[in-house]
């Protein structure tokens, strides 16, 4: 029992922080080697039980033919109790044992706060536990898509269409294919300085309709523009069609998820501010056609942290990959060097997170952070389930030219949090896409630009 106390208590003080440490080991340090004393003759009597504890006092002498008045119930030294007639202690041994077990509890107990202080400390929002032991397991099979045309870097996809977008392209930034045919339907978005050309552009992180035509919101940070292009529109003409060009100036958004008219989601990553101090990511809720903030959805508790101890850039540590439902009312956020998920209320800002048991939480901050895990890499969502690409392990070798090694684990949570199935792939799925239509998780293979898909349906 003591082994079992003590190594709970050990385990507890591990994931406190130190100033909490020091206060719990100087009171454990008080206690240890203590002992009660009674005096060497206590005379005991038997109390008789009160209505309240009716039949719980049963007659016991704990020192054989030691028996008379208590000490604190004798006639001089009576305890101001209505109920207290005659007193009754029991065995010192006894009651010892019970002030410590007593005091270890209270000792536990304190310790239990401090554990999730850290998180608290840091994180913005409510933290749970997942428990992966009773999730289902399943291996999927993956359909291969056969492409003729030149199919690279990150896609999207929907329906028919299969959308790649990649720096690597000579002079666009998208190659529209179609899924059926494997056949390319056109280069987009073209590259330059010119008159509806850009320099930059991020890979797309949401389609939706607008008008019934297909359309993303791309972020032209050169350009200071946000152009909402008409896939629908450019598929047909044959040529890039964006449906409205906003000057728009502000940098740094990585995600940019469109909801209504004129309300985007803006999310703005972490900075490094130097070696030891960062700022925080958060999103922003923002108009399009005016620039305007409406609403700031904080993330985490302070706009910058620092810490002494990092030897790698703070920044680092707050990388997650998002998507948006469909409907627009929730985003999730997947992170990378922490098992957990976080999903924000786009209405509130309520933000709930998810975690797996027994893994790292937020006390990497105060370290070197030098041999931090990687768990999750990507996410997509539907509007029942988010689809996260989940590694688990120490960080690959993730240099130019080096191969990507096999991603075949896939978390299916829905948007309550819940961990609904641990899916074992027959390729690699590093990136993945949720197709609406017809119920399908693309992947594009890293090494090879091979493109294959799981069948939702069959969930």
């Not at 299916?412 to 949090?417: C, E, L, Q, Y």
Request: one cysteine or more; glycine letters at 4%.
């Amino acid at each position: 029992m003591k082994t079992t106390i003590l190594s709970l208590v050990l385990l507890l003080l591990a994931s406190c922080q130190d100033n909490k440490k020091e206060q719990l080991l100087h009171l454990i340090k008080e206690w240890q080697g203590k002992e009660i004393r009674f005096p060497e003759k206590p005379v005991f009597q038997e109390r008789t039980a009160s209505p309240l504890g009716q039949g719980m006092a049963r007659k016991r002498n704990p020192f054989p033919g030691e028996t008379g008045i208590h000490p604190v119930c004798n006639g001089h030294n009576r305890l101001p109790h209505p109920d207290v007639t005659n007193c009754k202690v029991h065995n010192p041994i006894i009651i010892i044992n019970s002030v410590m077990k007593i005091v270890i509890i209270f000792i536990i107990i304190s310790l239990l706060p401090c554990c999730s202080d850290i998180d608290s400390q840091y994180f913005n929002g409510e933290i749970k536990e997942v428990n992966v032991k009773n999730v289902i397991s399943k291996n999927i099979n993956s359909t291969h898509v056969p492409i003729k045309g030149i199919a690279t870097g990150i896609i999207a996809a929907y329906d028919s269409l299969l959308i790649c977008w990649s720096p690597s392209y000579p002079e666009h930034f998208f190659n529209i294919i179609n899924i059926d045919t494997g056949k390319e339907i056109g280069y987009f978005c073209k590259k330059g300085q010119g008159n509806k050309e850009i320099i930059s552009t991020n890979c797309i992180s949401q389609l939706f309709k607008k008008n019934d035509k297909l359309m993303t919101l791309l972020h032209a940070p050169n350009e200071k523009k946000l152009l909402v292009w008409d896939l629908s529109s450019s598929i047909k003409k044959g040529t890039t069609t964006y449906d409205t060009i906003i000057p728009y100036d502000n940098n740094r958004i990585l995600f940019s998820f469109y909801q209504i008219e004129n309300v985007l989601f803006a999310y703005k990553p972490a900075e490094e501010i130097n070696s030891q101090e960062a700022t925080t990511p958060h999103y922003e809720k923002r108009t399009i056609y005016t620039n305007q903030l409406i609403q700031d959805f904080p993330i985490y508790k302070t706009k910058s942290i620092q810490n002494p101890n990092a030897k790698s850039s703070l920044d680092f540590f707050f990388y997650t990959w998002d998507a948006i439902k469909p409907d627009g009312s929730k985003i999730v956020q997947v992170m990378r060097h922490l098992p957990q998920i976080n999903i924000i209320d786009t209405q509130t800002g309520k933000i709930t997170s998810y975690r797996i048991k027994n893994n790292p939480n937020f006390s990497l901050l105060e370290t070197s952070m030098e041999s931090m895990n990687v768990f999750y890499n990507h996410v997509h969502a539907d509007d029942n389930y988010i689809y996260a690409t989940y590694w688990g392990k120490e960080p690959w070798d993730d240099r130019f030219g080096v191969e990507v090694p096999i991603f075949n684990t896939i978390h299916v949570f829905d948007w309550n949090g819940n961990l609904l199935y641990k899916l074992t792939t027959d390729k690699s799925f590093f990136r993945v896409w949720s197709d609406p239509v017809r119920k399908r998780l693309y992947t594009i293979d890293m090494n090879t630009d091979e493109v294959y898909y799981i069948d939702l349906k069959e969930l």
